[in-house]
């Protein structure tokens, strides 16, 4: 069974500075992972994915992949208060895309 | 383009009755995926359909159940609800592109008492 780790937090960081949060998964096998934002009360949204090793940039936002070490990570730069939520990580089971296995999450408190 | 929808939104069942949740996946998009929420086992992936096939099925009793119509929506049925049915349900639609990104609904809150 595929496990995708992720430290629970809560990871606090002030208004302007750079979020890091990471996540290790346990099948070398996985190609693809997704981070998702999640507000208290609300449903996860969709906000980075990434496929190849290295950094994929958008906004404020980077995905960074290291495949030789199982580890994923979510930089957020510039942090805003409205970036306060918790942060889920997320890969495929075996057999697709379209089943995904999640990590637990980490909490992010961003204050001003 | 519209969301993906789930209704109800809210849910108060009792232990033994069963239930029946509807998703109505992003126009065009043909995969959609059921997922659990709670706070003690966090998101579990229930089961997948895909052109009125299930493809994939999670981890969960025969207790839970689902379908999927010629237009792409969904239902998901609960029978003999229990205490730990409790939770969030999310459906999920994906384009099935390749890529696997999948769009949530806003879920149903499912109290069973």
């Known amino acids: 069974q595929k496990e995708v780790e992720q430290n629970s937090g809560p990871l606090s960081v002030p208004e302007g500075a750079i979020a890091s949060l990471n996540c290790t998964y346990s099948?070398?096998?996985?190609?693809?992972f997704f981070w998702y934002r999640q507000y208290s009360g609300k449903s996860p949204e969709l906000i980075m994915f990434?496929?190849?090793?290295g950094d994929k940039e958008d906004g404020r936002f980077t995905a960074q992949l290291n495949k030789a070490s199982q580890y994923v990570s979510l930089l957020i730069r510039d942090s805003q208060p409205s970036d306060s939520a918790t942060y889920l990580c997320?890969?495929?089971?075996?057999?697709?895309?379209?089943?995904?296995?999640f990590g637990a999450g980490t909490r992010l408190a961003v204050h001003p | 383009k519209a969301g993906v929808t789930q209704t109800p939104r809210y849910l108060i069942k009792t232990r033994g009755q069963q239930v029946t949740l509807s998703c109505s996946p992003i126009?065009?998009?043909?995969?959609v995926s059921w997922y659990q929420q709670t706070p003690g086992q966090g998101l579990q992936f229930l089961f997948e359909?895909?052109?009125?096939?299930?493809?994939n099925k999670g981890n969960f009793p025969g207790r839970f159940s689902g379908r999927q119509f010629s237009n792409s929506r969904s239902e998901m049925n609960v029978s003999t609800l229990e205490l730990g049915d409790s939770a969030l349900y999310l459906c999920?639609?994906?384009?099935?592109?390749?890529?696997?990104?999948?769009?949530f609904g806003p879920g149903t809150r499912l109290t069973v008492t």
């Open positions: 999920a639609s994906s384009g099935g592109q390749g890529t696997g990104e999948q769009y």
């Open positions: 099948d070398r096998g996985s190609q693809s």
């Open positions: 990434i496929y190849s090793n």
């Open positions: 997320a890969a495929p089971l075996w057999g697709g895309y379209n089943k995904l296995i």
């Open positions: 126009s065009g998009h043909r995969s």
């Open positions: 359909y895909f052109s009125e096939t299930q493809r």
